[in-house]
């Protein structure tokens, strides 16, 4: 065979994804000129001529006619680059001294060990390229949502493949506690990072991510994705509770009512992809103390004092309204400090406390230490039920007290109301 055919020789290539036509082209011409300078001291005087369709490839070696003495005597004679008219004329009767001659450079003048050399170049190049592909096409989908199919499920991780057969990892850590997924099965995810590690691409996908929420949003909701309705801010506890804060700069239109659409008919859609996750939608204001009430719904506050410079905020409020503001796991007060970027304390409304119900922190004195009374009296903690209601963490982080030193205040003031 006269040529060189790619499709015989460079089998690899026959699927090449995430590589165009012509930049393989390109790789294999220039890999080919590497091949020839190393072998002939250059590849100027060479035309290389692939063809992608076909998978082949020749290479035409181009020389000038000299005259038979010049081509035996002269120092200047380079057989790469001169012929003498003799050796031209065996090629074609006609030729004349000054003219060029092409010649076909055929397989076994290249030599099986060098045809064998620059396929591995031609592996290495190609599979770098499409790795580099790949990577840059990757980066810039960082923030997008994407779907994908389940190839492998692993303790740590789940392995995913996009419709052009690219790997993807959900990691453990990016997964909504209550995720299950097996092979087969598509997942919505956002692209959330992208490294190249040991020259390999590693695409990290999550559904925990604020932003594969705000996406969400910008799916079910059209005036979010037309810029109409703007999300501000979003915090998330995944497969719990989210709260968003959205700002609409067109007063005719309702961003929380928008959000959440007829009947939650928009909401619905998210809460189901985030696998039942409590989503709170709420108006954005740069206003501190309402944006902290707003974000504490469903509880309802008497009053608030915030100090700007420590960005600390105390909130009183009715007892049957603690329990609300606290949330579940105490993600809702979690999730409105992360969102108002305010560490919020709840306190218990003195005015409101029924002494018929409750007792006073001043009755226990003979079972726990003054010191440790006035400590739970400075966090608005001045009755036995006010105590109580609070978590024991949120008890520790608040007065400073040790764990054992609150588990026996809780002792004593529970048996109270046990007696």
Same mark, same amino acid.
């Given at each position: 065979?006269?040529?060189?055919?790619?499709?015989?020789?460079?089998?690899?290539?026959?699927?090449?994804?995430?590589?165009?036509?012509?930049?393989?082209?390109?790789?294999?011409?220039?890999?080919?000129?590497?091949?020839?300078?190393?072998?002939?001291?250059?590849?100027?005087?060479?035309?290389?001529?692939?063809?992608? #369709?076909?998978?082949?490839?020749?290479?035409?070696?181009?020389?000038?006619?000299?005259?038979?003495?010049?081509?035996?005597?002269?120092?200047?004679?380079?057989?790469?680059?001169?012929?003498?008219?003799?050796?031209?004329?065996?090629?074609?009767?006609?030729?004349?001294?000054?003219?060029?001659?092409?010649?076909?450079?055929?397989?076994?003048?290249? %030599?099986?060990?060098?045809?064998?050399?620059?396929?591995?170049?031609?592996?290495?190049?190609?599979?770098?390229?499409?790795?580099? =592909?790949?990577?840059?096409?990757?980066?810039?989908?960082?923030?997008?949502?994407?779907? &994908?199919?389940?190839?492998?499920?692993?303790?740590?991780?789940?392995?995913?493949?996009?419709?052009?057969?690219?790997?993807?990892?959900?990691?453990?850590?990016?997964?909504?506690?209550?995720?299950?997924?097996? !092979?087969?099965?598509?997942?919505? &995810?956002?692209?959330?990072? $992208?490294?190249? !590690?040991?020259?390999?691409?590693?695409?990290?996908?999550?559904?925990?991510?604020?932003?594969?929420?705000?996406?969400?949003?910008?799916?079910?909701?059209? =005036?979010?994705?037309?810029?109409?309705?703007?999300?501000?801010?979003?915090?998330?506890?995944?497969?719990?509770?989210?709260?968003?804060?959205?700002?609409?700069? *067109?007063?005719?239109? *309702?961003?929380?009512? &928008?959000?959440?659409?007829? !009947?939650?008919?928009?909401?619905?859609?998210?809460?189901?992809?985030?696998?039942?996750?409590?989503? *709170? $939608?709420?108006?954005?204001?740069?206003?501190?103390?309402?944006?902290?009430?707003?974000?504490?719904?469903?509880?309802?506050?008497?009053?608030?004092?915030?100090?700007?410079?420590?960005?600390?905020?105390? $909130?009183?409020?009715?007892?049957?309204?603690?329990?609300?503001?606290?949330?579940?796991?105490?993600?809702?007060?979690?999730?409105?400090?992360?969102?108002? %970027?305010?560490?919020?304390?709840?306190?218990?409304?003195?005015?409101?406390?029924?002494?018929?119900?409750?007792?006073?922190?001043?009755?226990?004195?003979?079972?726990?230490?003054?010191?440790?009374?006035?400590?739970? !009296?400075?966090?608005?903690?001045?009755? &036995? @039920?006010?105590?109580? =209601?609070?978590?024991? #963490?949120?008890?520790?982080?608040?007065?400073?007290?040790?764990?054992?030193?609150?588990?026996?205040? @809780?002792?004593?003031?529970?048996?109270?109301?046990?007696?």
């Amino acid at each position: 065979m006269e040529s060189v055919n790619l499709i015989e020789s460079f089998s690899e290539f026959k699927e090449i994804k995430n590589v165009d036509k012509a930049t393989l082209m390109s790789i294999i011409e220039d890999v080919f000129r590497t091949m020839l300078t190393k072998k002939y001291g250059s590849d100027k005087n060479f035309d290389i001529i692939v063809n992608p #369709d076909k998978g082949d490839i020749e290479i035409w070696k181009n020389r000038r006619i000299v005259d038979d003495e010049f081509a035996e005597d002269s120092f200047d004679y380079d057989p790469n680059k001169h012929i003498s008219l003799t050796e031209a004329r065996k090629v074609e009767p006609d030729f004349e001294i000054g003219e060029d001659v092409s010649e076909l450079v055929k397989l076994e003048e290249i %030599g099986r060990r060098n045809v064998l050399s620059v396929r591995q170049n031609l592996v290495q190049k190609v599979l770098e390229l499409e790795k580099n =592909e790949i990577y840059n096409k990757y980066k810039e989908k960082v923030g997008d949502i994407i779907n &994908a199919e389940v190839y492998q499920v692993w303790k740590k991780e789940i392995m995913l493949l996009d419709d052009e057969g690219n790997e993807l990892l959900l990691p453990k850590t990016e997964q909504i506690p209550t995720d299950f997924f097996k !092979k087969g099965d598509t997942v919505k &995810a956002v692209v959330y990072k $992208v490294d190249m !590690k040991n020259g390999t691409p590693s695409i990290i996908v999550s559904r925990t991510s604020p932003s594969f929420l705000e996406r969400l949003f910008e799916m079910e909701v059209p =005036e979010v994705f037309d810029g109409l309705i703007t999300i501000k801010k979003i915090v998330r506890e995944p497969g719990e509770r989210a709260k968003v804060a959205v700002e609409s700069y *067109d007063d005719r239109i *309702d961003p929380v009512g &928008a959000c959440v659409g007829m !009947k939650g008919s928009r909401i619905h859609g998210i809460v189901r992809e985030l696998k039942n996750e409590n989503i *709170d $939608v709420i108006n954005y204001t740069a206003n501190p103390s309402l944006l902290i009430q707003r974000s504490l719904s469903p509880a309802k506050i008497t009053s608030i004092k915030i100090d700007d410079e420590t960005k600390r905020a105390e $909130v009183f409020l009715k007892p049957d309204q603690i329990s609300l503001a606290i949330g579940k796991g105490g993600f809702n007060i979690k999730l409105a400090g992360k969102l108002t %970027g305010y560490d919020i304390d709840v306190f218990r409304d003195t005015d409101e406390v029924d002494s018929v119900d409750d007792v006073d922190l001043d009755e226990f004195s003979d079972e726990i230490d003054e010191a440790i009374i006035d400590e739970l !009296k400075s966090i608005g903690c001045d009755t &036995a @039920r006010s105590v109580l =209601e609070l978590k024991p #963490d949120e008890l520790i982080r608040r007065t400073g007290l040790s764990e054992d030193v609150i588990a026996q205040v @809780r002792g004593v003031l529970q048996a109270e109301f046990e007696d």
